[in-house]
């Protein structure tokens, strides 16, 4: 199955081959469930579709379906679609279901409430019953993507699965995000009756696959420059998707001497959209808080973040760990970072200039009143434009503080009690708390 694999399964060969193995044993009639989890776009979709192919070229009959955040309230809609449990069906069993389902055919009168009550158990035995028929007729595989978004009745139908798939030829697969959370998808994975499913967690892909994928799409492995754009993807397959297809759409990638380069970068605003609209699953206040992030700089800590955003840290827990669930930001020491620089960088790119000035000046004031290096506080300063301009004051006159070690290169005056920068364009005051 690897080597059949299209690009958007590149580096996921270890994955495959345990899928197929999983599928040969279901054929077998040793059912078994398999869920497959990680971060938007990391691949989870394009893995379970050749997961289908495959099943499909073993003989076996194939469910898919996925849920709708839209449906979410709707009982049973994530399971029905991927049955086709439709009264206009050709199949007499579909049309037994879906009758139960509208409230005909309920065996008695309104059928019993199993949990909450609006979960009829005449329309769970119908769907099970419907699986054991498709199951007698040879063996399944059932695909439902987006599981973080299937309504609970839906789940109740796969727990009860999950006691008898043992004992049938059928496969479940079933992909979701790690955010939001959801109970109901905690509790499948935990098994029932000391049968725990399989597990896949899709992490980011290996260099060497980055460079395949890179080269798939291009039609050349990537130069040094476009290489380093595509590394700010952090081995998502579907960022570095969207950033060649945003690129080769403005016409900025040339191939020349058998490698394909960019020169500059400028996100295309298709690419702004597009990664805009992978973040929609967040909360707003963990969107808001990234987008505060972003001009913060690729690490920033927490203190920070809560201060510029003029709240306590405790009140930021919530989002920032929305955010690192969701595999947007990650640890770095003392610090949080963006996993994925291009997305901090179209955060940052995305807002008006006025806004990164105004949380550049924030942040510098908020380094200097916590006594951080000079450097640190004077990079915020000169992003937002304040440094050597209105309002600026170089503060009285002092001797250097040898614990805030200047930039670089800068040198120490005593007039003025100032460090300056080599062309002389650029005072920082020994005192900060000036600003």
């Not at 998502?236 to 990638?253: K, V």
């Not at 990164?356 to 510098?364: D, I, K, P, S, W």
Request: hydrophobic share 45%; with cysteine.
């Amino acid at each position: 199955m690897p080597h059949s694999a299209p690009h958007g399964c590149v580096g996921r060969a270890p994955q495959l081959e345990r899928i197929a193995r999983l599928l040969e044993h279901a054929a077998a009639g040793h059912g078994q469930a398999l869920f497959v989890h990680g971060e938007p776009g990391i691949g989870k979709t394009a893995l379970v579709a050749e997961a289908a192919r495959h099943a499909g070229r073993l003989g076996m009959q194939v469910l898919t379906g996925a849920a709708e955040e839209i449906e979410r309230c709707l009982p049973f809609s994530a399971f029905s679609g991927c049955l086709g449990g439709d009264a206009a069906s050709a199949d007499p069993r579909r049309v037994r279901v879906a009758h139960v389902l509208s409230g005909e055919g309920r065996l008695g009168a309104a059928g019993v409430s199993a949990g909450p009550s609006w979960v009829d158990f005449a329309t769970v035995e119908a769907f099970l019953g419907l699986v054991d028929e498709l199951c007698a007729a040879g063996p399944v595989l059932m695909v439902l993507d987006d599981l973080h978004w299937a309504d609970a009745a839906s789940l109740l139908i796969l727990r009860r699965l999950q006691r008898v798939m043992a004992q049938l030829p059928l496969m479940l697969i079933g992909a979701y995000r790690t955010v939001p959370r959801v109970a109901a998808l905690a509790e499948l994975r935990a098994g029932s009756d000391g049968v725990r499913p399989a597990e896949l967690s899709l992490g980011p892909l290996e260099p060497s696959a980055v460079t395949a994928l890179v080269t798939d799409l291009v039609g050349a492995p990537p130069g040094t420059a476009l290489a380093a754009r595509v590394a700010e993807a952090a081995g998502n397959p579907l960022y570095i998707s969207e950033l060649i297809t945003a690129l080769d759409r403005e016409s900025a990638i040339t191939v020349r001497a058998g490698a394909a380069e960019v020169s500059g970068f400028t996100a295309p605003a298709s690419l702004a959209d597009a990664l805009v609209h992978r973040l929609s699953f967040l909360s707003e206040d963990a969107r808001h808080l990234l987008r505060v992030a972003a001009v913060l700089g690729s690490r920033f800590a927490v203190s920070l973040l809560a201060k510029v955003l003029g709240r306590g840290v405790g009140d930021v827990l919530a989002p920032v760990m929305e955010a690192v669930e969701a595999g947007v930001l990650t640890g770095a020491g003392e610090q949080l970072a963006f996993r994925h620089d291009l997305i901090r960088r179209v955060l940052h790119d995305a807002q008006p200039r006025s806004v990164r000035v105004t949380v550049h000046q924030e942040a510098g004031r908020a380094l200097a009143e916590a006594g951080a290096p000079v450097e640190r506080i004077a990079e915020h300063l000169l992003n937002s434009g304040t440094a050597g301009g209105p309002g600026w004051s170089p503060g009285p006159p002092g001797r250097p503080d040898r614990s805030r070690p200047a930039p670089r290169n800068w040198q120490w005056t005593c007039s003025g009690g100032a460090w300056h920068s080599p062309d002389r364009t650029t005072r920082w005051p020994a005192r900060c708390g000036c600003i």
